[in-house]
């Protein structure tokens, strides 16, 4: 004897399609169409004096006016020990340049740091991914002037660690 085919109700098989297709599509069931995040930033080290940081970040078009860009200190590489989180709110200015340079961070003592940073959407409160890892290594904290700079006078870039230290 074969058995019946149980019918399912219109409404559970609307549903049903409507979580298929979602999940389909990379979006939560329900919810809709998939979200674009806007793209991590990237970090370089701008300027640092006697532990004092200035952190650039470069954005591109998916990061506006409003967005928040969040910057996180760490003493360790995996994050679990983060001693500051700080918010910056993208301005025109740093919208149209596809490009902030954030306040200063002043490094507590000697030691290495880490720096890493994403982007918050004002308008729906999607989050980028994590940009690059910074590794900063603050050794003799004294006062005076410093200068950093790469050989051939450019922003110094992410790919490497950094001593700071007296000239």
């Known amino acids: 004897m074969a058995k019946a085919k149980k019918k399912i109700p219109w409404r559970v098989q609307a549903q049903l399609h409507r979580v298929w297709r979602d999940r389909r599509l990379g979006s939560a069931a329900g919810s809709g169409p998939p979200v674009d995040l806007p793209t991590a930033p990237v ?32 003493t360790d590489s995996g994050f679990s020990t983060i001693i500051d989180t700080t918010p910056h709110v993208i ?24 720096v890493r ?11 980028s991914a994590w940009s690059n890892t910074l590794t900063v290594v603050v050794s ?28």
């Open 43 to 74: 970090l370089s080290l701008n300027t640092a004096v006697a532990g004092l940081m200035t952190f650039f970040w470069d954005l591109d078009d998916t990061v506006t006016t409003g967005d928040t860009l969040t910057r996180q200190v760490a």
């Open 140 to 167: 003799d904290i004294v006062t005076g002037n410093f200068r950093i700079a790469s050989s051939n006078n450019r922003r110094i870039s992410s790919a490497g660690n950094y001593r700071i230290a007296a000239a």
């Open 117 to 127: 940073g994403r982007v918050t959407r004002a308008s729906d409160s999607a989050v």
């Open 91 to 114: 301005t025109s200015g740093e919208d149209t340049a596809n490009e902030v340079t954030t306040d200063q961070y002043q490094a507590p003592a000697n030691g290495t740091y880490y």
